[in-house]
């Protein structure tokens, strides 16, 4: 793909949905880095669920971990993997509290260094609480990249590196929303609804779908 069709898709993205944003709830650096961290193998429906009932009753690192392990946990058993995210939420939260402040820190390499905080997530952080044009490649980003041709790669790391260096600078802060987005409303796994799409005509995908016949 070259860069005059990326640009056209971002322009098109930009158009129809000029500021987009995570659909995790938060109000603080500190709730979105909470989400994120539940988000894992969830979805951002099941993680709000969760986090309005958790984040009424604390919403700070040292209210978190007031609550201890089994008090995170009754908030969110109904999301895959809580056990080990009450864990790795408690651990953070006293990492914050003991060498950032309390503070989320706006660094990779401190993120990084927090439990179960990996790159993805990170880069979630660092873009939607910090505005840092980063991108970070979840299962719909690598599927919509490879798909489309806007920047295919074997792996979330080779996509982000290409996407990082590929997407016109202009674009960079919100790539990672759209991307999303599209992802997960209209350029979906099992059968993308390419008849309703925005950049249909610049995608390189050649299985493009057709709409389903009235009834």
């Not at 990326?6 to 993205?13: C, E, H, K, N, V």
């Not at 129809?16 to 979105?32: A, D, G, I, R, V």
């Not at 988000?39 to 009932?53: E, G, M």
């Not at 950032?100 to 260094?113: M, N, T």
Request: aromatic letters at 6%; a positive charge; proline letters at 6%.
């Amino acid at each position: 793909m070259n860069r005059d069709k990326r640009i056209r898709i971002f322009s098109r993205l930009q158009q129809n949905n000029p500021h987009p944003t995570t659909e995790l709830e938060y109000s603080s650096p500190f709730e979105l880095l909470v989400a994120v961290l539940l988000s894992a193998q969830a979805t951002d429906r099941s993680v709000n669920l969760a986090t309005r009932k958790l984040f009424a009753v604390a919403r700070a690192p040292a209210a978190i971990l007031a609550l201890g392990e089994t008090g995170v946990c009754e908030f969110i058993r109904t999301i895959g993997l809580f056990r080990s995210k009450a864990r790795h939420l408690i651990q953070t939260c006293a990492i914050l509290i003991e060498h950032h402040g309390g503070e989320v820190p706006d660094d990779r390499e401190a993120l990084e260094s927090l439990p179960g905080v990996g790159r993805k997530t990170a880069n979630v952080v660092l873009n939607t609480a910090f505005g840092q044009p980063t991108i970070a490649v979840d299962t719909h980003i690598f599927r919509v990249s490879n798909r489309t041709g806007i920047a295919p790669g074997r792996t979330p790391l080779e996509v982000e590196d290409r996407l990082t260096r590929l997407v016109p600078e202009q674009f960079r802060q919100d790539a990672h929303h759209w991307l999303i987005l599209h992802g997960r409303y209209v350029c979906k796994a099992r059968k993308p609804e390419c008849w309703r799409c925005l950049i249909h005509d610049d995608c390189e995908f050649r299985r493009k779908t057709e709409a389903p016949a009235a009834s």
